[in-house]
Every structure is written in structure tokens, then in C-alpha cells.
């Protein structure tokens, strides 16, 4: 059965960065677009940033842009975040979601997978 399993999560200071992982496991890997979404106290979700299947293209929302990068390595089966220059707005549970496509359309939130959510805070 299809799984996402995220680690990597926790407080952290302004300014400072944080590296986020997906590990996933029942399908092939290297067939479906992978995104990373977040969802912050009170509000919708916002998708963060997306990369295809091939792992050579990357979109990322503007809110982050500059500062996170998505990342993947078909052959571990793993997706990564690399968040830095956090701010107090990151603060969010992040989610990894698998897309039933290869390639990313920005701003899509309507996932099929998703991992379990992990809290990611930014305080002082």
C-alpha cells in the first residue's frame, strides 16, 4: 500500500533553516509529480512547492520563493524541503503529497496521497 512518511519537523528560530523529508514506499517513485503543501493555524491549505517526476523541474509559490527548495532522489524513494531564512508565517503543518501526473501545476492542493503532516513553528 502506498506510503508517505515525513520527518524533519520542530521549532525553529527566525532566519534559520530546516531540511524536511518524505520517504515513500507502495508505488514507483519515479512516475508521479511530488509537492509539498502546508496548512497554518486557521487557514486553508496553501500549496508550497512542487517538482516533477523526473526531478528537472520545480515550481514554487511565491511566499517561499528564494528561500525553500524541493528537492528528490528516485533512487532512495525520498522527497525533500529545504527551508531556509524561516519566518514566523512559515509556521504551518507541512504535508508531501504524491500527484497521479508527472508534471506540477502550481497551486494544486487536490492530491490523491498525502503524508501524515508534521508541525513546523518559527518562533523567537
Known amino acids: 500500500q502506498v506510503q508517505l512518511v515525513e520527518s524533519g519537523g520542530g521549532v525553529v528560530r527566525p532566519g534559520h533553516s530546516l531540511m524536511r523529508s518524505c520517504a515513500a514506499s507502495g508505488f514507483t517513485f519515479s512516475r508521479h509529480a511530488r509537492h509539498w503543501v502546508r496548512q497554518a493555524p486557521g487557514k486553508g491549505l496553501e500549496w508550497v512547492s512542487g517538482i516533477n517526476s523526473g526531478g528537472d523541474s520545480t515550481n514554487a509559490a511565491d511566499s517561499v520563493k528564494g528561500r525553500f527548495s524541493i528537492s528528490r532522489d528516485n533512487a532512495k524513494n525520498t522527497l525533500y524541503l529545504q527551508m531556509t531564512s524561516l519566518k514566523p508565517e512559515d509556521t504551518a503543518v507541512y504535508y508531501c503529497?504524491?500527484?497521479?501526473?508527472?508534471?506540477?501545476?502550481?497551486?494544486?492542493?487536490?492530491?490523491?496521497?498525502w503524508g501524515q503532516g508534521t508541525q513546523v513553528t518559527v518562533s523567537s
Open positions: 503529497a504524491r500527484d497521479s501526473v508527472k508534471w506540477v501545476v502550481p497551486g494544486k492542493t487536490d492530491f490523491g496521497k
